[in-house]
């Protein structure tokens, strides 16, 4: 008797010694029974008549690059759609009160909703799996990284506004198949700007949003179109680049107060000009490109360099046309001979001696005092006196000489003093185009900030 109670107690003791089997987690078998006959290939509804209806929403994080050579944008945004899959329903209570599961999204079928303006896919995080809860919604949370192509207006830059737009569209399925809706309404996503990073270049305006259906090969397909309406924050390229351009034109103003006949003006201003060139080529790869329209900021940098240009040359021919007298002025260039030839035809004296007597009587006949003898009859009478000593003669011949020379001098004075208002004049009339050019860029910059602030 005790043999058979050691021999019970001894098989009590090896069944409590193997492990049990271990059951299937409720996770594992609801997992299973949903994936058992499911067919990721199928619109997952009972009826195939009806209609899937995919609900979109879209926060936009930051906006990475604009590109205006190949008008394209690089945005980051959290994408999320929404649906039912009737394929994938359960009773919580039969799987331990278990409301939503994870899925792999290669496990399950997912809609073909793309967005039209995709050039590229930048870098984003994998994320494999999908969220499904017991009444068959599915949840598609992912974060994109999208390069979008975009009609850019740099024509205002830095004061530009850029909107690209995204389109959402069902590349095979029409509406009839798939419809797609708001998450949200349109005023909330428009307003949505907590998630956007607000301390880059760019400031997020707002994002409105529209549905709307196309029609394309005799069918209706629905799509929902986000504008991102962006502006550029203008203070950095205001601060390097407009103020000093600027800076520079305004010392080239100062030097119209450096005088005509300085050389140190021509050294200035050639100074400035390549002080100027150097900061347009070390800031080239600030401004943007563009092969339809040259950005506002350009023309102005343009502008600016042909104002230095023309400054330049115009006192070069200011420092030419006072010195227009001298030889080797007249012998350096066909337009001084021209210019020297135009200017001084009404003051040319021949280098005959008759001529130069003549010329000399006509302005002695203009003065308030009459002269009776003429410097003609006074070299004649040189020639005729042959009885007066040698030092008498010689004492003639310099008093016409300086007689001569006072006019000659008179003369060129007089030439010299016309050249010098001229040249006055035209340095006058320039500094004033110079101001005049220079107060309407630098207003119309301005008005375009103050667009800018007030928009």
């Given at each position: 008797?005790?043999?058979?109670?050691?021999?019970?107690?001894?098989?009590?003791?090896?069944?409590?010694?193997?492990?049990?089997?271990?059951?299937?987690?409720s996770l594992n078998q609801l997992t299973r029974t949903l994936l058992r006959n499911y067919d990721s290939g199928v619109r997952p509804v009972h009826n195939?008549?009806?209609?899937?209806?995919?609900?979109?929403?879209?926060?936009?994080?930051?906006?990475?690059?604009?590109?205006?050579?190949?008008?394209?944008?690089?945005?980051?945004?959290?994408?999320?759609?929404?649906?039912?899959?009737?394929?994938?329903?359960?009773?919580?209570?039969?799987?331990?009160?278990?409301?939503?599961?994870?899925?792999?999204?290669?496990?399950?079928?997912?809609?073909?909703?793309?967005?039209?303006?995709?050039?590229?896919?930048?870098?984003?995080?994998?994320?494999?799996?999908?969220?499904?809860?017991?009444?068959?919604?599915?949840?598609?949370?992912?974060?994109?990284?999208?390069?979008?192509?975009?009609?850019?207006?740099?024509?205002?830059?830095?004061?530009?506004?850029?909107?690209?737009?995204?389109?959402?569209?069902?590349?095979?399925?029409?509406?009839?198949?798939?419809?797609?809706?708001?998450?949200?309404?349109?005023?909330?996503?428009?307003?949505?700007?907590?998630?956007?990073?607000?301390?880059?270049?760019?400031?997020?305006?707002?994002?409105?949003?529209?549905?709307?259906?196309?029609?394309?090969?005799?069918?209706?397909?629905?799509?929902?179109?986000?504008?991102?309406?962006?502006?550029?924050?203008?203070?950095?390229?205001?601060?390097?680049?407009?103020?000093?351009?600027?800076?520079?034109?305004?010392?080239?103003?100062?030097?119209?107060?450096?005088?005509?006949?300085?050389?140190?003006?021509?050294?200035?201003?050639?100074?400035?000009?390549?002080?100027?060139?150097?900061?347009?080529?070390?800031?080239?790869?600030?401004?943007?490109?563009?092969?339809?329209?040259?950005?506002?900021?350009?023309?102005?940098?343009?502008?600016?360099?042909?104002?230095?240009?023309?400054?330049?040359?115009?006192?070069?021919?200011?420092?030419?046309?006072?010195?227009?007298?001298?030889?080797?002025?007249?012998?350096?260039?066909?337009?001084?001979?021209?210019?020297?030839?135009?200017?001084?035809?009404?003051?040319?004296?021949?280098?005959?001696?008759?001529?130069?007597?003549?010329?000399?009587?006509?302005?002695?006949?203009?003065?308030?005092?009459?002269v009776d003898y003429s410097l003609e009859e006074d070299l004649l009478s040189l020639n005729e006196i042959q009885d007066v000593p040698r030092g008498l003669?010689?004492?003639?011949?310099?008093?016409?000489?300086?007689?001569?020379?006072?006019?000659?001098?008179?003369?060129?004075?007089?030439?010299?003093?016309?050249?010098?208002?001229?040249?006055?004049?035209?340095?006058?009339?320039?500094?004033?185009?110079?101001?005049?050019?220079?107060?309407?860029?630098?207003?119309?910059?301005?008005?375009?900030?103050?667009?800018?602030?007030?928009?």
């Amino acid at each position: 008797m005790s043999l058979i109670w050691l021999t019970l107690l001894f098989s009590a003791h090896l069944v409590d010694c193997v492990p049990e089997k271990p059951k299937r987690s409720s996770l594992n078998q609801l997992t299973r029974t949903l994936l058992r006959n499911y067919d990721s290939g199928v619109r997952p509804v009972h009826n195939w008549t009806s209609t899937t209806t995919i609900y979109i929403d879209l926060i936009l994080q930051s906006v990475l690059e604009v590109d205006g050579k190949t008008q394209s944008i690089t945005t980051s945004i959290w994408y999320r759609q929404i649906w039912r899959d009737e394929f994938l329903v359960w009773d919580p209570e039969e799987f331990d009160d278990i409301n939503e599961i994870s899925l792999s999204s290669d496990a399950i079928w997912v809609p073909d909703v793309i967005v039209s303006e995709f050039v590229e896919e930048g870098k984003s995080p994998p994320i494999p799996y999908v969220y499904v809860n017991s009444s068959g919604s599915v949840k598609n949370y992912r974060p994109i990284q999208a390069v979008l192509a975009c009609s850019l207006e740099m024509y205002a830059f830095p004061f530009d506004k850029q909107n690209c737009s995204l389109t959402f569209r069902s590349w095979l399925h029409s509406v009839k198949e798939i419809d797609l809706a708001l998450w949200r309404s349109a005023d909330a996503i428009a307003s949505d700007k907590r998630e956007f990073m607000n301390d880059g270049e760019w400031e997020l305006l707002s994002i409105p949003s529209q549905y709307r259906q196309i029609r394309q090969d005799d069918a209706d397909y629905s799509q929902i179109q986000f504008n991102l309406l962006i502006r550029r924050r203008p203070l950095l390229y205001v601060v390097g680049l407009l103020i000093p351009s600027i800076f520079l034109m305004l010392v080239d103003v100062v030097s119209f107060y450096l005088p005509l006949d300085s050389g140190t003006r021509i050294a200035f201003k050639i100074s400035i000009l390549l002080g100027y060139t150097v900061f347009r080529v070390n800031l080239t790869d600030e401004l943007p490109s563009s092969a339809v329209k040259t950005p506002l900021i350009g023309v102005f940098f343009v502008v600016c360099m042909a104002m230095l240009m023309l400054s330049l040359i115009k006192s070069i021919l200011v420092v030419k046309l006072l010195h227009h007298s001298e030889k080797e002025v007249k012998q350096m260039s066909l337009s001084a001979c021209l210019l020297d030839k135009y200017g001084s035809a009404g003051h040319s004296y021949t280098e005959s001696v008759f001529t130069s007597i003549k010329t000399l009587d006509h302005i002695n006949q203009s003065e308030e005092f009459d002269v009776d003898y003429s410097l003609e009859e006074d070299l004649l009478s040189l020639n005729e006196i042959q009885d007066v000593p040698r030092g008498l003669e010689w004492l003639l011949q310099e008093l016409v000489s300086l007689r001569l020379g006072f006019a000659q001098e008179d003369s060129e004075s007089l030439a010299q003093s016309e050249w010098l208002s001229l040249c006055l004049r035209l340095d006058c009339l320039l500094f004033r185009f110079y101001l005049f050019v220079l107060a309407l860029y630098t207003s119309t910059l301005l008005l375009l900030w103050a667009n800018w602030s007030f928009t």
